[in-house]
């Protein structure tokens, strides 16, 4: 029996989510579906938005009488996934329910897979509010595996999709890759897709399945937050065992060195060229980074250990929200302990992996998904370099002289904007070709769509560069490295296109304000060396068809596609 104490703090919380809700009236609200006000908050703190309602809606048609609800109330639409995100694609920070905005979970309710076998591959149908972890292990137990996913396990999988969530793999030299598997975004998987969208003829939104090969799924498979997608079909492979072995001793310079000077040397080119798959993280002022190498390996070897489970690295992934933000408090109040604070997060990440996790190996999920969400949370600009193979080491070279040059003309002036890591990793492009459906469309919205003006350009170098949110003179840093990024590779050798998950569009006072990089830079990016029907301009055309009340848009997709 629950105590009295128990009993009447439940009555409050009964009561005040009664006076919530009579407080905030939602007019004709469709009665069959659960609500409730909600404070959102972004992975990394900088969006929040109090009492915000949120729906968890069971079936379909409670999805489908939300929606037209929402349009005919003149409120947004936004699912929320599990705000693992720093991008302001779902809402602005400072929001209420003043807003007229409805959040939807759908992790709740829209969590089916089934997979069916087929000779050559497999087709895995998905509910988008599956947690990326629970479909990775219902994979698993079926024998089927990616070749690369998103580090977290905690993304749903519909977010993972609207933002081309991707990991770090190319085609080592001498691999030949099993049918069904792809080396780009997981959006280059989709065979088809249900969506949420707006029927002329009826005038209502409802739900409509779309084939790869149609021209209107092309903008649905990277949506960036301005679609509903509900359910996927998409291919898999046969699961594959990997080995990761971590380095901590290939000092930077050797690893970021310039072609012409990498003869014989532990170059990333190097590793990639026998792996294919591999991950930089450099801490600010250290001369060594933390490097993993994964690698196809069907038998363990003798000196790997064996892993069951996920999340190998507990020295990086048991750090608590309130210690994260000592953390971030600290260095935004005594920013010259940042050297200090680099080379104690080398020396730690060096010391615990002769402990453990410095060579292991398992099945594909529990050596691809290493972040959970007790890490430190840090905030991240994002980009996608496209390139030719060839050229990876000259885009690395120049990217990690930048970064390196920039800290240290802000260190000279007593000023460390930049606490946290870089990060690198590489992967294939969004490929048609691998997708096992004739005709497949191309992502229009895919940071990694290949250009037709650059056939021979066939990998994409991802970079990143993380501090603490709060961090001073962060944003500046973030805009003048971002302008230098955007020069450098400006479609010569080397093309540059925003990572819609993360940080970009540096202003003055915050990302995603820089005007220039909103309404010219950033379609341009889409538009360059891209056919006109299936370039930026279609796409919000067609984006526009699909919702014309623009129910699912945030204040950035307004402004992002008001260009």
């Not at 970079?463 to 961090?471: A, M, Q």
Request: charged share 20%; hydrophobic share 40%.
């Amino acid at each position: 029996m629950p105590s009295s104490d128990s009993i009447k703090q439940e009555d409050i919380y009964l009561q005040n989510e009664i006076i919530t809700k009579i407080e905030y009236h939602l007019p004709n609200f469709p009665k069959e579906v659960t609500w409730k006000m909600i404070n959102f908050k972004n992975w990394s703190g900088e969006i929040h938005a109090d009492n915000i309602p949120c729906c968890i809606p069971r079936t379909i048609e409670e999805v489908i009488s939300v929606i037209n609800w929402a349009w005919k109330k003149n409120y947004k639409l936004r699912p929320i996934g599990q705000s693992h995100n720093w991008s302001p694609l779902i809402l602005k920070s400072g929001q209420s329910f003043k807003n007229r905005i409805m959040l939807m979970d759908l992790s709740s309710h829209f969590t089916h897979v089934n997979i069916e076998h087929r000779s050559q591959f497999s087709i895995v149908t998905a509910q988008t509010g599956v947690l990326m972890e629970t479909l990775l292990t219902q994979m698993e137990e079926q024998g089927l595996g990616f070749t690369a996913t998103p580090a977290p396990g905690d993304l749903t999988l519909g977010a993972a999709l609207a933002i081309d969530g991707h990991g770090t793999a190319i085609k080592a030299v001498d691999e030949i890759p099993l049918p069904g598997h792809t080396f780009g975004s997981l959006s280059n998987t989709i065979l088809s897709l249900s969506a949420v969208v707006w029927n002329k003829e009826n005038q209502l939104y409802t739900i409509k399945r779309f084939e790869r090969d149609e021209p209107d799924c092309a903008p649905l498979l990277t949506h960036v937050g301005c679609a509903l997608i509900l359910e996927v079909q998409f291919q898999a492979g046969k699961n594959q065992r990997l080995r990761c072995r971590s380095f901590t001793d290939i000092p930077a310079d050797e690893l970021f060195s310039l072609p012409e000077n990498s003869k014989e040397k532990r170059t990333f080119s190097y590793f990639l060229d026998k792996s294919g798959r591999a991950e930089i993280i450099l801490f600010p002022f250290t001369k060594a980074p933390w490097l993993k190498v994964w690698n196809i390996a069907p038998t363990k070897p003798a000196s790997s250990i064996e892993v069951k489970t996920p999340y190998n690295y507990p020295f990086s992934d048991n750090i608590s929200s309130t210690l994260s933000d000592i953390a971030d408090n600290i260095l935004a109040n005594f920013p010259l302990i940042t050297p200090l604070v680099g080379e104690m997060q080398y020396q730690l990440t060096h010391a615990a992996l002769q402990n453990y996790g410095k060579d292991i190996w398992g099945w594909s999920k529990n050596l691809l998904l290493y972040v959970k969400p007790t890490t430190l949370r840090v905030t991240a600009n994002g980009y996608a370099v496209l390139t030719q193979r060839t050229n990876i080491q000259l885009v690395l070279n120049k990217f990690y002289t930048q970064w390196k040059k920039l800290i240290q003309h802000y260190a000279n002036q007593g000023k460390y904007p930049i606490n946290g890591p870089l990060e690198v990793r590489v992967t294939g492009l969004d490929d048609p070709a691998e997708v096992m459906y004739a005709g497949a469309t191309v992502s229009s919205l895919s940071a990694i769509r290949p250009r037709l003006d650059h056939p021979e350009w066939d990998v994409a170098v991802w970079l990143d560069v993380l501090t603490f949110p709060e961090t001073p003179y962060a944003i500046e840093f973030c805009h003048q490295f971002e302008q230098w990024l955007f020069n450098e590779f400006d479609g010569s050798y080397a093309s540059a296109r925003v990572e819609w998950s993360k940080g970009w569009a540096y202003g003055s006072n915050t990302a995603w304000e820089d005007k220039e990089v909103l309404t010219k830079t950033i379609p341009a990016s889409f538009t360059d060396g891209l056919p006109a029907d299936n370039n930026w301009a279609s796409t919000v055309s067609a984006l526009q068809k699909h919702d014309p009340h623009h129910i699912f848009r945030s204040p950035l997709l307004d402004t992002l596609f008001s260009s």
